[in-house]
């Protein structure tokens, strides 16, 4: 029997994190000041947990994984398996390439972002906090850390841009069942929110008014920290347990990888599965390549600028060095919400530079996601987001562009997160009755 | 760290189902024809699969499971882990009883009935059908054979009362997007659905009329057989797989339940988690009890009567030996709809009759299911289905009750499904924002 599924041992799972730092090519240009003369660093040093800010500096290569943190991930289903994709390949009518697939689908919350959660959610607690506060757009980071909370006994508040928290009932209902309390952005939890509410009382909202919102209400409440799920070196660093694992399966595989591929909107889950092998490439230890699937609506890696740029439309944090659309660009709504986001974590932004990591994109109007991700069903069985679409969309590409070059090849994509909760989208983009 | 995850190597996954029949206390009874002179067994001869119906009589304890549903097994995830409630044990002061559970939520279509989809359209693709027809009440059972249907690249036809199919969009979606023709039951595919529809154009449909439809389907189209997914004793030996994947984690858990507890509307999921244990019992190989937990709206096995009925409300199968509440018993809604259901299988009723299986019931407005359900996410983070929630309730009462009594006791909970689908039922039980 062909083998398809390749499980770690849970006694494997990995003991330290892997931080990039010190094997990148260059020094990682280090954020910067605005020249408004309000120190953007001082605000978020107070707001944020002090753990994660002293490891978003660490150059340190291995960061051990602290044990309570390791308990929650197997308790959260890790190491998650790596899976052949042979029906797909088969259906694709594929002989030279063999296609990979790494599933942050089982996540308890849908999707990779429990990772960074619980790591975030243990620190805090461990530094005396009680409540973790954080903005969210799609809704997968604001499920994902409500989770987070609960299961570190800690409380919750997340402000959810006003328009999608109307419609995503069933997404802030899972919150609410973690202990979370939900608020349409602009709420009349804050200052900022009620003067908008003044103003404005339907304002729909956006995230730079939600993040205002959330790192208003973190520096105004004891205990509280502000978390943020992306883009940042200490989130990547937290997701490399994705590519640590894969490396280790692949092995089991007795196989190895030369295409990674994954979607990329902030660059977390894309961080996550690549970074690790990206690690071993520059040490000379593998070749391989790492392709970033992006939609046109937020096209910043492929189509971005490399220069400085706040990281949120609020301009709360400090200037970053990344690929960016400019943070005040206006992104037309897709079903992938998660990736619509101006620019690129500074880390993938600067491998970007150097042309390790490429980017490919897709038409807004994911036509060809969707029959992606209808094909991937319909071969491997799996209901997959929108935005894992993206990475399967482009494995399928490059295995029958590979194929037809006659050109042997050994794709492994990132699958970030499962569409339970995205039947609607899947309804509306296949035309379904 | 304490050990929470057990997971069996995918190499040690079953080779084999098992069927109880030649462990029983007493022969099970025969199923018998009515007295109408119609029947039963001949008209289910031509419109089922023929392997099932063999299996359905089968002495044999041990049935091979073919390589090519052993890799569809795989592929869909298994073998599953077993989890230990660590954190569960601790929110209920537990000291002297361990709780696990079994993860038949992380199936594809989110249920355990996947594991005799599988099976029956390999079978029924062997034999050289074209089309797997079914009837569908909650709609976990049409997604399961539509997704295995697709994966044997079989057609699917799902005949869906119409009460449920108008509201339950994204199970419908799911169906569609695996391939599935899915029809409002009453249909003008059928006599039946015709002539009903002539008497009343709104009819909302029935369970009753959906089977009717879906057999006369199978019945006038060549090519097609029709799948049921639950009660018969070949479906409980294909979910067998639950249990002999239990029984060897628990040896690497190195502990051994002596309760195992179980959700029971027909009797598939239950059976399929206890009778391995239960075949242990009876071979004296093992102690452990055994709880089938109901709802009040169907508490067949806790309070019906053991005698001969129809499977069903249209009576289409020959009559079985079963605990009942009748065929034409009116149930009021639940939301674990999957659990309503007027009889139990006749395996687990013989043995309900010879006290090796007990049940328990919780009131209709499932208040006490819910706050279970809550209290498993807040604890374990893992969201699971409202049918689920009832093993954890009463798994949750037995843990309680062992402790109050200073007795040891190691129980093992089958979760059955996940609850992605069912927030909106979470969210008007919790009394949610």
Same mark, same amino acid.
């Given at each position: 029997m062909q083998k398809i599924q390749f499980q770690l041992p849970v006694d494997e799972f990995p003991t330290k994190w892997y931080n990039i730092i010190p094997d990148l090519p260059e020094p990682l240009p280090p954020p910067k000041e605005p020249e408004d003369g309000h120190s953007r660093m001082e605000y978020l040093a107070k707001t944020m947990v002090g753990e994660c800010l002293k490891q978003e500096m660490s150059t340190d290569r291995w960061v051990p994984i602290p044990e309570e943190i390791r308990e929650r991930y197997i308790q959260a289903g890790r190491p998650r398996p790596l899976y052949r994709a042979v029906r797909l390949e088969k259906k694709l009518g594929l002989k030279k390439v063999r296609l990979y697939y790494k599933r942050e689908?089982?996540?308890?919350?849908?999707?990779? /972002?429990?990772?960074?959660?619980?790591?975030?959610?243990?620190?805090?607690?461990? +530094?005396?906090?009680?409540?973790?506060v954080t903005e969210t757009g799609a809704g997968q980071w604001g499920?994902?850390?409500?989770?987070?909370?609960?299961?570190?006994?800690?409380?919750?508040?997340?402000?959810?841009? /006003?328009?999608?928290?109307?419609? /995503?009932?069933?997404?802030?209902?899972?919150?609410?069942?973690?202990?979370? /309390?939900?608020?349409?952005s602009p709420s009349k939890e804050t200052k900022t929110g009620k003067e908008i509410l003044a103003k404005?009382?339907?304002?729909? =909202?956006?995230? =730079?008014?939600?993040?205002?919102?959330? *790192?208003?209400?973190?520096?105004?409440?004891?205990g509280c920290v502000y978390c943020l799920g992306s883009v940042l070196n200490h989130v990547l660093m937290h997701q490399s347990i994705i590519g640590l694992e894969a490396i280790k399966q692949f092995e089991i595989a007795e196989d190895s990888p030369d295409l990674i591929v994954g979607c990329l909107g902030g660059g977390s889950n894309f961080g996550g599965i690549a970074l690790p092998f990206v690690g071993e490439v520059l040490n000379k230890k593998r070749e391989c390549e790492f392709l970033a699937s992006q939609s046109e609506a937020a096209p910043n890696l492929a189509k971005g600028e490399y220069k400085y740029d706040f990281g949120d439309v609020g301009e709360h944090t400090p200037l970053l060095k990344m690929y960016t659309l400019g943070h005040k660009k206006d992104m037309v709504p897709i079903k992938a919400d998660g990736l619509r986001y101006h620019a690129a974590a500074p880390l993938i932004s600067l491998l970007r530079h150097h042309n390790i990591v490429k980017a490919v994109t897709y038409p807004a109007d994911e036509k060809a996601i969707f029959?992606?991700?209808?094909?991937?069903?319909?071969?491997?069985?799996?209901?997959?987001?929108? +935005?894992?679409?993206?990475?399967?969309?482009?494995?399928?590409?490059?295995? *029958?562009?590979?194929?037809?070059?006659?050109?042997?090849?050994?794709?492994?994509?990132?699958?970030?997160?499962?569409?339970?909760?995205?039947?609607?989208?899947?309804?509306?983009?296949?035309?379904?009755?």
């Amino acid at each position: 029997m062909q083998k398809i599924q390749f499980q770690l041992p849970v006694d494997e799972f990995p003991t330290k994190w892997y931080n990039i730092i010190p094997d990148l090519p260059e020094p990682l240009p280090p954020p910067k000041e605005p020249e408004d003369g309000h120190s953007r660093m001082e605000y978020l040093a107070k707001t944020m947990v002090g753990e994660c800010l002293k490891q978003e500096m660490s150059t340190d290569r291995w960061v051990p994984i602290p044990e309570e943190i390791r308990e929650r991930y197997i308790q959260a289903g890790r190491p998650r398996p790596l899976y052949r994709a042979v029906r797909l390949e088969k259906k694709l009518g594929l002989k030279k390439v063999r296609l990979y697939y790494k599933r942050e689908d089982l996540s308890p919350t849908g999707s990779h /972002k429990v990772n960074t959660a619980l790591a975030q959610a243990y620190y805090a607690a461990k +530094e005396g906090n009680t409540t973790l506060v954080t903005e969210t757009g799609a809704g997968q980071w604001g499920s994902a850390l409500s989770y987070a909370a609960k299961l570190f006994d800690l409380d919750c508040v997340v402000f959810w841009v /006003k328009s999608v928290y109307d419609w /995503k009932t069933d997404r802030r209902t899972l919150m609410n069942l973690f202990g979370a /309390k939900v608020y349409a952005s602009p709420s009349k939890e804050t200052k900022t929110g009620k003067e908008i509410l003044a103003k404005d009382p339907n304002s729909p =909202g956006s995230l =730079g008014i939600a993040v205002s919102e959330g *790192l208003e209400y973190a520096d105004t409440h004891d205990g509280c920290v502000y978390c943020l799920g992306s883009v940042l070196n200490h989130v990547l660093m937290h997701q490399s347990i994705i590519g640590l694992e894969a490396i280790k399966q692949f092995e089991i595989a007795e196989d190895s990888p030369d295409l990674i591929v994954g979607c990329l909107g902030g660059g977390s889950n894309f961080g996550g599965i690549a970074l690790p092998f990206v690690g071993e490439v520059l040490n000379k230890k593998r070749e391989c390549e790492f392709l970033a699937s992006q939609s046109e609506a937020a096209p910043n890696l492929a189509k971005g600028e490399y220069k400085y740029d706040f990281g949120d439309v609020g301009e709360h944090t400090p200037l970053l060095k990344m690929y960016t659309l400019g943070h005040k660009k206006d992104m037309v709504p897709i079903k992938a919400d998660g990736l619509r986001y101006h620019a690129a974590a500074p880390l993938i932004s600067l491998l970007r530079h150097h042309n390790i990591v490429k980017a490919v994109t897709y038409p807004a109007d994911e036509k060809a996601i969707f029959q992606a991700a209808t094909m991937f069903l319909q071969s491997e069985g799996w209901l997959i987001a929108p +935005e894992s679409s993206y990475a399967v969309r482009a494995g399928i590409d490059e295995a *029958l562009k590979a194929e037809k070059a006659g050109k042997e090849r050994v794709i492994c994509m990132n699958i970030s997160g499962h569409g339970f909760l995205d039947l609607t989208a899947y309804k509306e983009k296949m035309g379904l009755p």
